[in-house]
């Protein structure tokens, strides 16, 4: 079992940045592939960015590519999601996930364990 917890989430103003945070402890970090989903009142969760093992390999969604960037630290079995020129439809709860599997889906059934989610809220 891994139990996934994410911080770092607020209140910013458009054009503002975050930076979230998500540790994962349980099994050898190293041997997940992790990822950051979002959700908005009303909407599906929807893919974010995800990394791979080694960190080689990274991934994004149109909306976010070029604004966020998702790295991680596998010695403090935490994953990070830099958050630049926010914009208010970025606001949203954010989950960051951990997937057994190599590759990187951007579907939620691709991914075995969730945190509980931190709020993003970006004011226009």
């Known amino acids: 079992q891994v139990q996934v917890v994410e911080s770092g989430g607020g209140l910013v103003q458009a054009g503002g940045s975050l930076r979230l945070s998500c540790v994962a402890s349980?099994?050898?970090?190293?041997?997940?592939?992790m990822g950051w989903f979002r959700q908005a009142p009303g909407k599906e969760r929807e893919f974010v960015a995800a990394i791979s093992r080694r960190g080689s390999t990274t991934y994004y969604a149109d909306s976010v590519k070029g604004r966020f960037t998702i790295s991680r630290d596998n010695a403090k079995n935490t994953v990070y999601l830099q958050m630049n020129s926010l914009k208010p439809e970025d606001s949203a709860v954010y989950y960051c996930a951990a997937g057994q599997a190599s590759v990187i889906y951007t579907t939620t059934s691709g991914w075995n364990y969730w945190g509980q989610g931190t709020q993003v809220t970006v004011s226009s």
């Open positions: 349980g099994r050898t970090f190293s041997s997940y592939t």
